[in-house]
C-alpha cells in the first residue's frame, strides 16, 4: 500500500532551526512536495523534489533521498508565523498527490 | 492572484440542505479536478477525482449518491453535499492538476469551503 509517515507535532523556539521528516511508501514517484497549511486555509506549496539532494528558497529547504524513501523541510530563522502545519505529499505514477497526515509546528517565542 | 477560485468559502445550513460548492479554474483549462475533506486536526483526504466529460473517480468510503460532482467544462467541477447532515460539517478543499501535470505547483488549490451543517 501507499503510506506516508511525518511527525505529528513538534516544538521550536523562534529564531532556531527546525527539520520535520517525511518517510514515503508510494507506487511510482513523480516529485516530493511539501506545504504548509494554517488553520482554516487551504495549502500552500513551499517545495518541489523530483531528484535527489538539497533545494534551498530563503529560509526554506527541502532535502530527497529517493533510495531511502525519504524527505525533510529545513526550516530556519524560525518566526512565530511558521507556526502552522507542514504536509508532506508525493505524487504518484497516476499524478495523484498521496497525503501525510500533517506536521503540527508550534513556535514559541 | 488565484489560479483556482472556490465558492462559497462559507456555508451554514440547516440538516437535510443540499450544498453546491464551485471550484473555477482561473488561468488554464482543467481537464482534472480534485475533490478533498478535511477534518479538524486531520490531513486532507481525498474524496473523488473529477475527469471533464466523464464520471468522476470516487475513493472507497465516498458515497458517489451524497457528493455528486459534475465536471461540464475544462474550467468548472461542482461538489454537491445532498441531504446534508452533521457529520457532514467539514472543510471541503478543490484544487486542479495544472496541464503541466508534474514539477512546482501540480495541483493549484482554492480556497476551501467550511461547511457548518446544524
Known amino acids: ?25 508510494t507506487s511510482g514517484f513523480n516529485g516530493l ?15 518541489y523534489n523530483v531528484l535527489d539532494g538539497l533545494e534551498e528558497k530563503g529560509r526554506f529547504s527541502s532535502f530527497l533521498s529517493r533510495s531511502k524513501g525519504y524527505s525533510y523541510l529545513l526550516l530556519k530563522e524560525l518566526q512565530m508565523k511558521d507556526s502552522a502545519s507542514y504536509l508532506c505529499a508525493v505524487m504518484d505514477s497516476n499524478y495523484q498527490l498521496i ?8 513556535i514559541k517565542p | 492572484g488565484a489560479v483556482v477560485s472556490q465558492h462559497p468559502s462559507w456555508v451554514i445550513c440547516k440538516s437535510g440542505t443540499s450544498v453546491k460548492i464551485e471550484c473555477r479554474s482561473l488561468d488554464f483549462q482543467a481537464t ?3 475533490w478533498y475533506r478535511q477534518f479538524p486536526k486531520q490531513s ?11 464520471k468522476a473517480t470516487y475513493e472507497q468510503g465516498v458515497e458517489k449518491d451524497k457528493f455528486l460532482i459534475n465536471h461540464a467544462s475544462l474550467t468548472l467541477s461542482t ?6 447532515h452533521p457529520e457532514d460539517s467539514s472543510f471541503y478543499i478543490c484544487s486542479a492538476l495544472s496541464p503541466r501535470r508534474t514539477g512546482n505547483q501540480p495541483q493549484h488549490f482554492g480556497d476551501g469551503t467550511r461547511l457548518s451543517i446544524l
Not at chain 1, 509517515?5 to 532556531?16: C, L, V
Not at chain 1, 512536495?33 to 517545495?47: D, I, M
Not at chain 2, 486532507?44 to 466523464?54: H, K, R
Not at chain 2, 461538489?79 to 446534508?84: D, M, Q
Open chain 2, 44 to 54: 486532507l483526504m481525498l474524496m473523488a477525482t473529477s475527469n471533464e466529460g466523464s
Open chain 2, 32 to 34: 482534472t479536478m480534485f
Open chain 1, 1 to 25: 500500500g501507499q503510506n506516508i509517515d511525518q511527525p505529528t507535532e513538534m516544538t521550536a523556539t523562534e529564531g532556531a532551526i527546525v527539520q520535520i521528516n517525511c518517510t514515503y511508501q
Open chain 1, 33 to 47: 512536495f511539501w506545504y504548509q497549511q494554517h488553520a482554516g486555509e487551504a495549502p500552500t506549496f513551499l517545495s
Open chain 2, 79 to 84: 461538489l454537491t453535499v445532498t441531504s446534508a
Open chain 1, 99 to 106: 497525503w501525510g497526515a500533517g506536521t503540527k509546528l508550534i
